[in-house]
């Protein structure tokens, strides 16, 4: 009798039988996939390649959310929730990023109807005036927020179009277009995304941001990738051995063939990043209002100000540094010859030290969040508004920062 269906199957070899098992649910999954995928970018098919670029390059997921696409990934370790619709009732393109905001900051076109609580504020140094009405909840934070080196750029690039709209509230930033792209969507939307992922950074050295929160991406493991992990780890243990090695054992950039700037002692200058770029502060490089200030209180503009920031007479300083194009002003504090704050400004009127004992006599406009354990380092932003400066303090081996609510009536001595 001749082998049957059954007889013929079993003839064959289990790898065979393994190929054919393999390449059978190989075209069921195409198949089902194909469908899901036609389900998912129903309506959205001519923006359907820009959407899979976004979700790569934030290495998330994307999924049908009722007749809108979600996509959920990350920047730079910050969730970043994404949402695209074609619904009237709601905004073409609307993104949302956690970030260290301490205060509330909204900036809408000029032609919106939205109706806000908040008064407008006048900051003419963003160049944002023409197009937009900018309101804020506290605008001595907003305009000291405005005071930072890129900002402005950063806020200029997220409102590249006159109908996007800005919503900053403690803890989060929120952009909104109105309408859909169908062109250099993912252009667009990755751009905006960089940028509001910087102006978070930058939300970092405003005033008791450390209080402020934010999530953290959390990272699904799954089983099939766990083998590749573990060996992922040790490699980058190894490498990150090799290369925390070649740190210690290696002259910061540039030491051998270049002194440092004057002023600056060759011990700090190898532990400051890109220090040759940079020259320390002389008097004429600040506020000429500011010096005279200074003058009247029997002090002297430096870009170099010793500090006692521990409070047990360890060795800090300050430096206040220069270059000209871009014009800029970066503050670096250092403890013991390590690096304890570091941030750029678009300009600095003065830096001066406040004595520990002095800090208790301070009228606060934002208070300490903790107990200064030294000397403080007074910022002076703008001369002619006594509420424009910040102090920055150590607690704990941790720089923070203050409001003053006058800095003329800080004593300095």
């Known amino acids: 009798m001749r082998p049957g269906y059954y007889g013929v199957v079993l003839s064959l070899s289990p790898i065979v039988i393994a190929i054919v098992i393999a390449g059978a649910v190989a075209v069921v999954g195409i198949v089902l996939n194909s469908s899901r995928r036609d389900a998912t970018f129903?309506?959205?098919?001519?923006?359907?390649?820009?959407?899979?670029?976004?979700?790569?390059?934030?290495?998330?997921?994307?999924?049908?959310?009722?007749?809108?696409?979600?996509i959920e990934g990350a920047w730079r370790n910050l969730p970043?929730?994404?949402?695209?619709?074609?619904?009237?009732?709601?905004?073409?393109?609307?993104?949302?990023?956690?970030?260290?905001?301490?205060?509330?900051?909204?900036?809408?076109?000029?032609?919106?109807?939205?109706?806000?609580?908040?008064?407008?504020?006048?900051?003419?140094?963003?160049?944002?005036?023409?197009?937009?009405?900018?309101?804020?909840?506290?605008?001595?934070?907003?305009r000291l927020f405005a005071s930072m080196s890129k900002v402005p750029q950063i806020l200029q690039a997220i409102c590249s179009s006159a109908r996007t709209s800005v919503a900053i509230?403690?803890?989060?930033?929120?952009?909104?277009?109105?309408?859909?792209?169908?062109?250099?969507?993912?252009?667009?939307?990755?751009?905006?995304?960089?940028?509001?992922?910087?102006?978070?950074?930058?939300?970092?050295?405003?005033?008791?941001?450390?209080l402020v929160r934010v999530a953290k991406v959390r990272r699904e493991r799954f089983i099939v990738g766990r083998i590749a992990m573990v060996a992922g780890i040790v490699m980058a243990v190894v490498a990150v051995s090799s290369a925390s090695?070649?740190?210690?054992?290696?002259?910061?950039?540039?030491?051998?063939?270049?002194?440092?700037?004057?002023?600056l002692s060759v011990?700090?200058?190898?532990?400051?990043?890109?220090?040759?770029?940079?020259?320390?502060?002389?008097e004429d490089d600040f506020n000429p209002a500011a010096m005279r200030w200074l003058h009247d209180q029997n002090l002297q503009g430096s870009g170099k100000i010793n500090l006692d920031l521990s409070g047990s007479g360890l060795t800090?300083?300050?430096?206040?540094?220069?270059?000209?194009?871009p014009r800029t002003m970066r503050i670096v504090m250092l403890e013991n010859h390590d690096v304890a704050y570091d941030v750029s400004y678009g300009a600095v009127a003065a830096a001066v030290?406040?004595?520990?004992?002095?800090?208790?006599?301070?009228?606060?406009?934002?208070?300490?969040?903790?107990?200064?354990?030294?000397?403080?380092?007074?910022?002076?932003?703008?001369?002619?508004?006594?509420?424009?400066?910040?102090?920055?303090?150590?607690?704990a081996g941790r720089v923070l920062s203050a409001a003053p609510a006058n800095f003329h009536s800080i004593p300095l001595e």
């Open 169 to 210: 509230e403690k803890g989060s930033v929120e952009v909104a277009e109105p309408s859909l792209p169908q062109r250099y969507l993912a252009q667009r939307v990755l751009s905006q995304v960089e940028a509001v992922g910087e102006l978070a950074a930058a939300f970092e050295a405003m005033p008791h941001s450390d």
């Open 353 to 395: 030290r406040v004595p520990a004992q002095a800090l208790s006599q301070v009228e606060w406009a934002i208070a300490p969040s903790a107990q200064p354990d030294g000397d403080g380092l007074l910022l002076v932003m703008n001369p002619d508004d006594p509420a424009s400066a910040i102090v920055l303090y150590s607690h």
């Open 42 to 70: 129903a309506h959205f098919e001519e923006v359907a390649s820009d959407l899979k670029r976004i979700r790569r390059h934030l290495g998330g997921r994307l999924r049908r959310d009722g007749q809108d696409i979600a």
């Open 245 to 263: 090695y070649e740190t210690r054992n290696k002259p910061a950039e540039g030491a051998a063939e270049t002194p440092p700037p004057e002023g």
């Open 80 to 142: 970043v929730r994404l949402r695209f619709s074609h619904r009237e009732d709601a905004p073409g393109i609307h993104l949302h990023m956690p970030a260290r905001a301490t205060f509330a900051l909204e900036i809408v076109p000029r032609r919106s109807t939205v109706k806000s609580r908040r008064h407008a504020v006048q900051i003419p140094n963003i160049g944002l005036d023409a197009r937009f009405v900018v309101r804020s909840d506290s605008p001595a934070d907003a």
């Open 267 to 282: 011990a700090d200058a190898t532990h400051i990043s890109g220090v040759w770029r940079w020259k320390v502060a002389q």
């Open 316 to 325: 800090a300083v300050a430096y206040a540094l220069v270059r000209p194009e």
